[in-house]
Structure formats: C-alpha cells, structure tokens
C-alpha cells in the first residue's frame, strides 16, 4: 500500500486510475505581459469614443497562439464594443499594456464598424487560434456577435488561413450548413498534421473544431475538401456544475464543449465542457471515420474527474503530459497518463482566475503557456480597471518538444525570434522562409448548368437549421439572422445529418462577393454532395511557386 500526503487544494483533483497529485516547486512562472485593459493601434478616422465600437471593459481574450516573432491574441465578440477579433503583438516589446496590432490589418475587423459583407474576407469573432507547421496562422471565426449578450449571427462560421510570411490569406474555408447548427458556436479547433505529406504544405491536414452552444465535434479533412460533424452527450454541460466560483465570485454559465487538446504520439483528443468536473478523450481514428450511422455512439472515454470546471486544456507535443486548470483552484496542474505522475505546477490566486488557453508551442522549446484573463469579472460586470485583468504567463520546464521543426528549419527566421521587435523582422538581414506553396486549386469545370443564386436566397438557400436572413440595416452587407436562441438540449444520439438532399444545391461565397457552384467531381466517390470547397482564392497576393 502507498501512503500520499493530500494537499488542501489541488489534490482535491481525482483523475481515474492515478495517484493523487504533489506539490512541485521547481517551475517557475514568468509574466510575459499583462493589461489592465486592452487597447488598441486605431486608426484616426476610428469612432475609438463610441462605446459601442469600443468598450475596454467588454474585451476579454480567450486565445492565444506563440509565433516566431509575434504573439497573437484572439478577443471574440462576446459582447458589444470590441473592434478587433485578432490582434499580434512583437515579441520583443517591454513593458505592461502593450497596445495591440489589428491582425493583419483593419480591413479584415469591418464587423466592428457594421461595415461588413459575410462574402469579404474578414473576421467577425474569434476564439481560438493555431499555427501549423508551414507558418500558417488558422482564425476559426464563429461569426457569432454578442454572444452573451443578444447571440446575433452575423455571418456563417468559417476559418481563414493566413499566411505568416506575407499576412495574406491562403485559404478560406466555409462550412456547409449540415454543419452548423441554429445555436452553433464555434470555439476551439486543433490542426493535426499526424498524416500531412511535406510535399502538400500543411494542406493535407485534418481539422477538429468544438461547437460548445449545440455541442459537438466539427471535422474537417482539408486535403479532401469534406467536412462532418460528431456529437455525444459528454460534449453537453452538466447541470450540476453550472455554477462556477473563483475566489469570493460566483457566475453562471451553461457551456458545452470548449476545452480541446491533442496528444499527437498517442492520437488522442483530449476535451471538456465548462460546466463539468471531468475531462473525456476519443480517438483521432473515430473521428475521422466519418458521420456516425444513426444510432452508433462515438467511443468518448472518461479520462478523470477535476475539483471544479475548467476550460484550458493542452498537451505536451511529446510524452503525453496534459495541462490544465481547475477555475475554484487558481492554479495549473499536471498529468502523465502513462507515468501517472501528478503534479501541481503554479498556483496563484491572483495571476490564475481564469485560464482561457493553455498552449505548448514547437517554437518555444519546453514552455507551457498561459492565457489568463478575470473573465468572471467581465461577465459579472464588476471589473476593476486599475488590476491587471489579462496575463500571458510563461512556464519553463514542462513540455516536450515534438522535433518536427528540426526538420523544417526553412521555415523559421534566421534571427532569434526572443530578440524580434517591430519591423527587425523585416529587416534585410533577416532571410525569411520560403513562402508556403498552396496545392493547385480544385477548379469546377468550364461549363455547368448550375443556375446562380444570391449568396443567401431564402428561397433557394437549403439552410435546414433555422437560420434565415435579413437585410443588414447598415451598407449592403448579408447578415445572417436568427431567432430566438431555443435551448441546445435537443435528443442525444439520434444521429448526425451526414448527407444533404442530392437535389439541394450549394452556394459558396466567391472573392467577389458572387456565388461560386462546385459540381460533383467524381460521381463514382461520395464527397457529401458537394461538400468540397476551392482550396485558393483569386485575390490572394500570395503567388503560387
């Protein structure tokens, strides 16, 4: 028998089958920047006085992504008042409250200004982010507006790929409508790049996002262009853990699925929803099966039990180390599936309040980072301006680096990224990569017979989940509008729609704002009736080589 000592705190913290955790005072949490409120590079003409454009008090980050020489921050639009989704900053600035850099540019933020037209390229609301192997920056966009406030669906969810070598977007990708649900928001996404061929430049990956209002997994194979979308009753919020505390302040909030992260050795997903003690795993291998028949349960596994919610997860690229973060704890833990070992990493009661996204970059050696914001204290509407309210903490130490950027060196400036600021990334002495090479674009053939519709014609659009439009009060833009929001606890395992009508056809946003119509390339495979979308857009200015 073996004989623990249990800590007060953490080690509250029941994860099946292992031993309770210990304290480890050997890592050490650096700050590497801190805000007490978030601000913005406006330009001039930028109505930065109107509280509806911007409002300091309603932007909180919720993802974070290490670059080479910038750090990217993903502030959704969870309420009114946030001009800018995605924002960089250099990673060699000092000091607190660096102001952040619209990424790439304010033209790509004209949702804020209402302004916008769901066929631009652009974003409306951001949650997470992740940059791949080549350099490529993935925005999941929600397209959701005010989310907790009124849940305005201003455009349908997509993902924009950018180019970090040129800050153009290589790829734009639209969900079809099988997808995506009335409730659906879209929050999380992994990039696994297990199966991608050098040869096909990060183009070949597989895509597994997190719908958390109507929960469930979104799949998308990039290399073939077809997307589906899983679900199981461990993606919903547990009634019972609706109510989450940090310190002395308690709030509500019924989130699904939210937490996502990989462990590409073992080929395991790793996932949570806010509102439950436990975190659950399934396969890389059930989820790219394909839709689930009716009736077939995805094979979700219960990996443990926390002491309270959490909502950051992640995992060491090598070793199979998973970090999180219980919110009631202030605190980020560790665990070691195949060693069992248990360790309780940093606990601090004001830097830790809430730990939105924990991530491992390949760029940055052994570092586990953290995004920490007082999001309890923006949802409550009790925040206190003159605190830091938002960290980035670094810890050293923790994570395995995978090795696979040894093999690309080609990819990463010549100058070490921790002394980059500003423009020296630009420098001429400075050999940048080669730039990323996407795969020749899946054309439709010449002539078809397809007859064009409006973008978003009701009364040819096959959108089968409530979603309807209505003219934007503001320009010309398409806002695609809901009703009122109903609950998601719609019946479990009653099957996915994995297949739309064979005679519906399928609109997709062009470059230019018109339809664009993918006939069935291969009538002797079954894409999902059309589910295929061009890899390339005709305005990208970054050339094919």
């Not at 009661?349 to 924990?358: G, R, S, V």
Request: aromatic fraction near 10%.
């Amino acid at each position: 028998m073996h004989r623990w000592s249990l800590l007060p705190f953490l080690c509250s913290v029941v994860l099946v089958g292992i031993a309770p955790c210990q304290a480890d005072g050997s890592h050490k949490m650096e700050v590497v920047k801190q805000w007490n409120l978030l601000n913005f590079n406006f330009p001039w003409d930028y109505p930065a006085a109107n509280k509806d454009f911007f409002n300091p008090e309603n932007i909180v980050a919720t993802g974070l992504e290490v670059g080479y020489d910038r750090i990217f921050i993903a502030t959704p639009r969870l309420f009114s008042g946030v001009p800018a989704t995605v924002s960089s900053i250099p990673r060699g600035t000092n000091g607190d409250s660096p102001v952040l850099q619209a990424y790439p540019d304010w033209t790509h933020h004209r949702a804020a200004t209402k302004e916008y037209n769901c066929s631009d390229i652009g974003l409306v609301s951001v949650y997470r982010l992740r940059i791949d192997s080549c350099n490529r920056l993935w925005a999941l966009d929600a397209g959701v507006s005010r989310s907790l406030e009124d849940f305005e669906v201003t455009c349908p969810p997509k993902i924009l790929v950018y180019d970090l070598h040129t800050d153009q977007v290589v790829r734009r990708i639209d969900f079809p409508p099988e997808v995506v649900r009335r409730e659906s928001l879209y929050t999380n996404l992994i990039v696994d790049e297990t199966t991608s061929r050098p040869e096909n430049n990060c183009d070949d990956v597989f895509v597994y996002i997190t719908d958390t209002v109507a929960p469930g997994i979104v799949v998308y194979d990039s290399g073939k262009d077809l997307t589906w979308r899983v679900s199981h009753p461990a993606m919903y919020p547990d009634p019972d853990f609706a109510e989450s505390s940090i310190l002395e302040h308690r709030f509500t909030l019924m989130d699904g699925i939210v937490g996502l992260a990989f462990d590409m050795e073992a080929g395991i997903v790793y996932f949570q929803p806010l509102a439950t003690d436990r975190i659950f795993s399934v396969t890389t291998a059930a989820l790219r099966a394909g839709p689930l028949p009716f009736g077939k349960d995805l094979p979700v596994k219960l990996v443990g039990r926390k002491s309270s919610q959490g909502i950051g997860l992640g995992v060491s690229p090598r070793g199979g180390t998973i970090f999180y973060a219980p919110l009631s704890e202030t605190a980020v833990a560790s665990w070691n599936p195949r060693t069992n070992e248990h360790q309780i990493l940093v606990q601090d009661q004001e830097k830790i309040q809430f730990a939105a996204d924990l991530r491992t970059p390949d760029r940055d050696g052994t570092a586990l980072y953290v995004l920490t914001s007082k999001f309890h204290r923006f949802f409550l509407k009790n925040l206190d301006a003159n605190e830091f309210n938002t960290r980035i903490l670094r810890i050293d130490g923790v994570a395995i680096p995978s090795g696979q950027l040894a093999t690309q060196s080609h990819l990463r400036p010549t100058v070490p990224y921790d002394t980059l600021h500003g423009n020296a990334y630009y420098h001429s002495s400075v050999v940048l990569p080669v730039p990323y090479k996407p795969l020749a674009p899946v054309l439709p053939p010449a002539a078809t017979t397809s007859t064009p519709l409006s973008v978003f014609n009701t009364q040819n659009m096959p959108f089968g989940h409530g979603l309807f439009t209505k003219q934007s009060t503001f320009g010309h833009s398409t806002i695609l509008q809901q009703g009122n929001p109903s609950q998601p606890f719609f019946s479990l395992n009653s099957g996915e729609k994995s297949f739309p009508p064979s005679f519906s056809s399928r609109p997709q946003y062009g470059a230019n704002g018109s339809p664009i119509f993918v006939p069935k390339l291969n009538q002797n495979f079954n894409d999902l009736n059309l589910l295929r979308y061009r890899k390339s857009i005709s305005v990208n200015a970054t050339a094919v080589h």
